[in-house]
């Protein structure tokens, strides 16, 4: 009987192709409305090695599965090494560093607003059976969006004290990324690190809660913009009266 391939390892191959398929000269999307057309290869033929190692699984369109397993168009070191070419665009594609957090936001934005549209549809609505292919979507966007804030962890507002650093929900994102790529979400499994919701009124997606102080680089745009209005006064101690 052919041994299932380990939950952890299949999650961890789902957000190393970052939902396209891993061979560098057809990178296909993977996930494509409500389901998904990804497979799981194995490198070595699992019959002689039975070998259902990260590092001998790779996800690939059907397409250029089948022409690697019964077409031989690739071998089996042609395969391997797309591991290490999609782990180095990776980097180059999303280790920029960028000038403010509003280039931050332009690029973090767009991934969880689509892990939310994901976990909103498919996990709390009527469609569990779509999350299992869905969640893939998450693994590979979760994946970007942790490259890009640690590259650019100096762009979030930092304060000695947690309740007002917005750094400290940020890390525990972090944390959440790397359980959430860890473990399956189960009634069996019960997650430490769960997915703080502040993050949504950080990057602006949800009405803002909680204590988070803005950015120093955020505050000098407003008081820019405030000021070009004409609507700023700045109070000099001492003075009787604000001058603009």
Known sequence: MRKSINVNIERKIYSESMGRCMNPACKAELFKGSGDIMEKAHIIPH???????FENLIILC???????????????????????????EFKKFFSEEYDNFEE?????VPLLLENQAIFENYYLGDKRELWDSAE?????????????LQKNIRLIQSHTVKDFSNLAIVQRFLLHIDEFEATRLSEEKV?????????????????????????????????????NKGEFETIVLGQDKPYR
């Open 47 to 53: 019959c002689k090695t039975a070998d259902n190692s």
């Open 62 to 88: 059907p397409n250029c599965h089948t022409n690697f397993d019964k077409n031989n168009a690739f071998n089996a070191e042609e395969v391997k090494e797309w591991k290490k070419i999609r782990a180095a």
């Open 104 to 108: 931050l936001k332009s690029k973090v």
């Open 136 to 148: 893939g979507k998450i693994l590979s966007n979760n994946r970007i969006i942790k490259e890009i």
């Open 191 to 227: 997650r430490g690190a769960l997915f703080p919701i502040e993050i949504n009124s950080l990057f602006g997606i949800e009405p803002l809660e909680g204590k988070f102080l803005p950015s120093v680089e955020s505050i000098e745009c407003l008081i820019t913009s405030l000021q």
